[in-house]
């Protein structure tokens, strides 16, 4: 059974482009989690997401960010007209429902 | 929201000896209290788990303790080795609620050969 896959493991963007982050959960799971932890810092929480639909996205900037888990497919978090800001090493991480939270290698994210 | 604290933010000890983390939480509604265990560049790993009908679970060298009362859980590491040596997160999650974990702040870990 694979564990929790991230794409890209690295990505490098210029101020103003978008980055598009994939995670496949393990299988059978369907509940999707995204934290982003910045240089030297904790996880914090961005969204928690069930196919088709977001749970809770509290934890998510108001503006430029976005995710989705659709029907099929992976989870996709997408940050339009990134920000030097934004960079950090973002991870997913699954569940099947009132478990343990197994974490992707996470997509550590650069932006010049 | 759920606050989790955790002291201390760096630990070093000799190899061979014990180590402490411990955390504290403000929600007595969270129910579920993971340690992950990060080292550089890789992803954070659960090592142990306790959940609040229970006030001590232990796994080989790992131990964890729970005191719902006064909201605080600790991380205990015997005869530590030097593959110890990360970073360890505590956290805490409400089953049944917002079901997110809150992580606490850190702590490095150094084992000293």
């Known amino acids: 059974n694979a564990g929790v896959m991230q794409n890209p493991r690295h990505l490098v963007r210029r101020r103003g482009q978008e980055a598009r982050l994939r995670c496949s959960p393990m299988?059978?799971?369907?509940?999707v989690y995204w934290y982003r932890q910045l240089p030297e810092e904790g996880l914090k929480f961005m969204v928690y997401?069930?196919?088709?639909?977001?749970?809770?996205e509290s934890g998510m900037p108001k503006e430029r960010f976005s995710a989705e888990f659709p029907k099929e497919g992976p989870s996709i978090l997408r940050i339009q007209q990134v920000v030097r800001g934004d960079s950090a090493a973002y991870f997913c991480?699954?569940?099947?429902?009132?478990?343990?939270?197994?974490f992707g290698p996470g997509t550590r994210l650069t932006v010049l | 929201g759920e606050n989790v604290e955790q002291h201390p933010s760096t630990l070093s000890v000799q190899e061979g000896d014990s180590a402490v983390i411990k955390c504290t939480y403000s929600?007595?509604?969270?129910?579920?209290f993971p340690w992950y265990k990060q080292e550089l560049g890789k992803r954070p790993q659960l090592i142990i788990d306790?959940?609040?009908?229970?006030g001590e679970k232990k796994d080989q060298r790992i131990a964890v303790t729970l005191n719902k009362t006064a909201k605080h859980f600790s991380l205990h590491i015997t005869e530590t080795q030097p593959e110890d040596s990360a970073v360890y997160f505590c956290a805490a999650i409400t089953w049944g609620g917002n079901e997110k974990l809150t992580f606490g702040t850190g702590t490095r870990l150094t084992i000293i050969p």
């Open positions: 929600d007595s509604a969270s129910n579920y």
């Open positions: 991480a699954s569940s099947p429902g009132g478990d343990e939270q197994f």
């Open positions: 306790i959940r609040s009908n229970v």
């Open positions: 997401l069930q196919k088709e639909n977001i749970i809770d």
């Open positions: 299988k059978g799971h369907s509940h």
